[in-house]
Every structure is written in structure tokens, then in C-alpha cells.
């Protein structure tokens, strides 16, 4: 007779509990005990490289059949993130469904299924909306939502629509069982801006520069990872 996995693990992958969502990144979902709470919204702060875009393409590409992946891009159009990921052997899934807040001129731009243009981050309104249309569209299913990068927008919007923004949008991603990994630049936003921020997600996460390559995740209980970037992307060290 066959040994039943524990309560709350998932039977088809025991290391993953069935409240987590994988980060793409084996020994960090052994650290993190299965990886990211699902549901959640999640800050992921650090210096300007590709460290950060390469947590996230991992969290994107660990997507299971059965969810939804909404990668919002305000630093790069689509076909570029694309590109990055796989530069660190990182391929995205083909039904990734792109918000694409980084094109401004969207007129001149032909239909791509799984993008949606909203003609700059700037267009808080209009965004708002089509995430709110792609959950009513998904209802039952669980989502993986990355921002890339949320400082843009924290960039071409003062601080209380943004604030707003992010109580309402990331309530809503959050109510619909979904996982969101918000990247913001370090460095680049008012310290008291960014605690403000902290008040509006469940857990920070912090990617820290130790020089020669090497990096650290930082977490709020003040456990560090060593980390460094390779070909095949975030590997713990």
C-alpha cells in the first residue's frame, strides 16, 4: 500500500505544498518550504541587473497547466523579455499572457494574441480594467502575476494614485488566488515610499549585492541565501 503525501502537500509533487507556488528555483522552494504563499503579493527589491528579471523568469516558467501567467513588461516590449529569459535558458510559456505598458504607440502596432498594449504606464485606468477582464475571463483558476518592474510606474505616477493603485489592483490579484512577484529597483524611490509600499504586500524580499557576481535573498525573518547568476539562471551557491 502506497504512502499518502502529508496534509496540504501536493500527491504530484510532495516538495510543493498545495498553499505555495514553486519559484522556479529548487533549493529556494526548499528554503521558502514550497516556495511563494499562493495567494499573495510579493516585493522583490534589488539592484539594477539582470538578477531580479532572472527570479522572475524563474517564478513565470515553473507555471502549471492549470494557471494563468500575466507578466506585465513596463521596461521592454514582449519579444525582448522573451529574448532575456532565454538568454539565461529560461523559456517562457507560449500562453503567457503579456500587458504590455511599455509601448506607447500602439496604433502603429499590429494584433499579437496574449499581448495587450496599454499605451504607457502611465494608463492606470485602462490597466486596471484588463486585469479585472482576464479574472472574470479565468474565474476558478490561479494566477501568477509578475510586474517587471513596478518602479516604472511608481516613476510616471505620483504617490497616492499609486498607492490606491496597488491597494485596489493587488487586493483584486490577490482575491482571485493569485501569486504576484512585484519587482522594484533599488536605489532609485524615496525610502519612505518604499516603506509605505511595504505595508501593501504580504511578504518583501530583498536581492543584495556582495560583490564579484554574487548576490544574496535577503528575508524578513533574516535568513540570507547566497546566490550567483549563471547560464541557466538563479543558482544558489
Known amino acids: ?19 505555495k507556488f514553486s519559484t522556479g528555483i529548487s533549493d529556494l522552494d526548499i528554503v521558502m518550504e514550497g516556495g511563494y504563499s499562493n495567494p499573495s503579493n510579493i516585493l522583490l527589491i534589488g539592484p539594477t541587473g539582470m538578477e531580479k528579471s532572472a527570479m522572475a523568469f524563474s517564478f ?15 521596461d521592454a516590449n514582449a519579444q525582448t523579455i522573451k529574448e532575456k529569459a532565454a538568454s539565461i535558458g529560461i523559456k ?29 504606464a502611465s494608463a492606470l485606468e485602462d490597466f486596471s480594467v484588463t486585469i479585472k477582464e482576464i479574472l472574470e ?25 499609486m498607492l490606491k493603485f496597488l491597494q485596489v489592483v493587488g487586493g483584486r490579484l490577490k482575491n482571485a488566488n493569485a501569486t504576484t512577484l512585484i519587482l522594484v529597483e533599488e536605489g532609485v524611490h524615496d525610502k519612505q515610499l ?6 501593501y504586500v504580504d511578504e518583501p524580499i530583498s536581492l543584495v549585492d556582495k560583490g564579484a557576481g554574487a548576490f544574496s535573498i ?20
Open 218 to 237: 535577503d528575508f524578513q525573518n533574516g535568513l540570507q541565501l547566497p546566490v550567483k547568476l549563471g547560464l541557466n539562471g538563479i543558482n544558489v551557491i
Open 137 to 161: 475571463k479565468n474565474i476558478g483558476k490561479k494566477f501568477r502575476v509578475v510586474f517587471h518592474t513596478f518602479s516604472t510606474f511608481l516613476l510616471y505616477n505620483n504617490k497616492d494614485s
Open 194 to 199: 518604499i516603506s509605505t509600499i511595504l505595508r
Open 1 to 19: 500500500m502506497s504512502q499518502l503525501p502529508p496534509l496540504g502537500v501536493d500527491k504530484d509533487n510532495p516538495i510543493l505544498k498545495k498553499n
Open 60 to 74: 513565470a516558467a515553473s507555471k502549471l497547466e492549470n494557471e494563468i501567467l500575466i507578466f506585465i513588461t513596463t
Open 92 to 120: 517562457l510559456p507560449k500562453d503567457t499572457i503579456f500587458i504590455d505598458c511599455y509601448t506607447n504607440n500602439t496604433n502603429a502596432l499590429p494584433e499579437q494574441e496574449n499581448i495587450l498594449y496599454m499605451g504607457g
